[in-house]
């Protein structure tokens, strides 16, 4: 089964990036800008990974965390960010079960190493040829 990402963030270009890199790594992916996009999303289809930014155009992206979390609490959801994280926030993260947080300053390997490390054990990327 091909792994399917939700990838959330306002900014345009890094969605299209993030798309392209994933998608020539076999996932399947969707990007949205807004989190009411995303919670439209969540209820019709499954993901295997959330990918969220913190701060989407004047909306906290630790809102739509929690929201993930109460209603798909199983869904593993990675924290992207440019933001520097305080300790408040940061706390809030982990105690609602953030499966990592990830610079978008760091190479795209690392988001790409810890997407792979929260896939299921039967689902794979289909890289192709």
Same mark, same amino acid.
């Not at 969707?30 to 209820?43: H, N, R, S, W």
């Given at each position: ?7 959330? &963030? &306002? ?20 990007t ?8 439209d999303l969540?209820?019709?289809?499954r993901?295997?990974?959330a990918i969220l930014?913190?701060?989407l ?5 630790? &809102?739509?965390?929690?929201? $993930?979390?109460?209603k ?6 990675i $924290?992207?960010?440019g933001?520097? $994280?305080?300790?408040?926030v940061?706390?809030?993260?982990l105690?609602?079960?953030?499966a990592? $947080?990830?610079r978008?300053?760091?190479?795209m390997?690392?988001?790409y190493a810890e997407?792979?490390?929260?896939l299921?054990?039967d689902?794979?990327p289909i890289?192709p040829?």
């Amino acid at each position: 089964m091909q792994p399917h990402l939700l990838f959330v &963030d &306002d900014e345009a270009p890094i969605r299209d990036l993030f798309a392209l890199y994933f998608q020539k790594k076999g996932f399947q992916v969707t990007t949205v800008a807004t989190i009411q996009q995303a919670m439209d999303l969540l209820a019709e289809t499954r993901f295997h990974v959330a990918i969220l930014d913190l701060n989407l155009a004047g909306e906290d992206g630790l &809102d739509l965390f929690s929201y $993930i979390k109460a209603k798909w609490p199983a869904l593993p959801v990675i $924290i992207f960010t440019g933001m520097n $994280i305080s300790q408040t926030v940061l706390d809030r993260a982990l105690t609602g079960r953030v499966a990592a $947080i990830i610079r978008k300053t760091e190479p795209m390997g690392k988001l790409y190493a810890e997407v792979c490390r929260h896939l299921p054990k039967d689902v794979a990327p289909i890289e192709p040829v």
